[in-house]
């Protein structure tokens, strides 16, 4: 069974700062999405990678994968009240269906 | 486009009951997938409905089930409720193209079992 282990499990900083969170997995990911949970709400897709080494950039958010495919990080720059909420990775099946394994997500909590 | 609604959105039972959720994919979407939140065991996958036919199933006791409709609505039903079945239920539709998909969720019925 695939194992997302992600880091740090809280962070509050202040408004304006950077931040980075991390996605680790026990075998390489087939491909991997991260989502943004609002409290009240279901996740919500950020990002999908599936290149090793692949970078993607949605605004403030940096996207990582990792070479070995292993790994992914997501940095945000600046950040904002705005960015609160719980941020999870998951594997997603390429093929057979929808079936997304989560990783343990990070709690974010961004104050003025 | 509405998106995935689900009803109801909260609700509270007690040990022994069972439990019938309900959620409306978004229009055109065929595969709908449901997940159970937990703050100890976070999110886990439960099954996956396309064309009426589980197509995936999580690691979950027979005492939860599920149903797709002909119009792709699902309804998740749980017998025999214990404490521990206390929990964020998620919905989640998409349309089923080949390559990995975009799965919407819905806000979530919240189960308390007293």
């Known amino acids: 069974t695939q194992l997302l282990e992600q880091s740090p499990q809280f962070l509050s900083i202040q408004e304006g700062e950077n931040l980075t969170v991390y996605c680790n997995s026990s075998?390489?990911?087939?491909?991997l999405q991260w989502y943004r949970q609002e409290p009240g709400e279901g996740p919500v897709l950020l990002v999908t990678?599936?290149?090793?080494?692949e970078v993607k950039k949605l605004k403030r958010l940096t996207f990582q994968f990792g070479d070995a495919r292993k790994d992914s990080s997501l940095h945000i720059t600046a950040a904002q009240p705005g960015d609160t909420g719980l941020y999870l990775c998951?594997?997603?099946?390429?093929?057979?269906?929808?079936?997304?394994?989560f990783g343990t997500g990070t709690q974010l909590k961004v104050e003025l | 486009k509405a998106g995935v609604t689900q009803t109801p959105r909260y609700l509270i039972k007690t040990r022994g009951q069972q439990v019938t959720l309900s959620c409306s994919p978004i229009s055109g979407h065929r595969s709908v997938s449901w997940y159970q939140q937990t703050p100890g065991q976070g999110l886990q996958f439960l099954f996956e409905?396309?064309?009426?036919?589980?197509?995936n199933k999580g690691n979950f006791p027979g005492r939860f089930s599920g149903r797709q409709f002909s119009n792709s609505r699902s309804e998740m039903n749980v017998s025999t409720l214990e404490l521990g079945d206390s929990a964020l239920y998620l919905c989640?539709?998409?349309?089923?193209?080949?390559?990995?998909?975009?799965?919407?969720f819905g806000p979530g019925t919240r189960l308390l079992v007293l």
């Open positions: 989640a539709s998409s349309v089923d193209r080949v390559g990995l998909e975009t799965q919407y």
């Open positions: 990678v599936v290149t090793g080494g």
């Open positions: 075998s390489v990911f087939s491909s």
């Open positions: 998951a594997e997603g099946l390429t093929g057979g269906g929808n079936k997304l394994t």
């Open positions: 409905y396309f064309s009426e036919t589980q197509r």
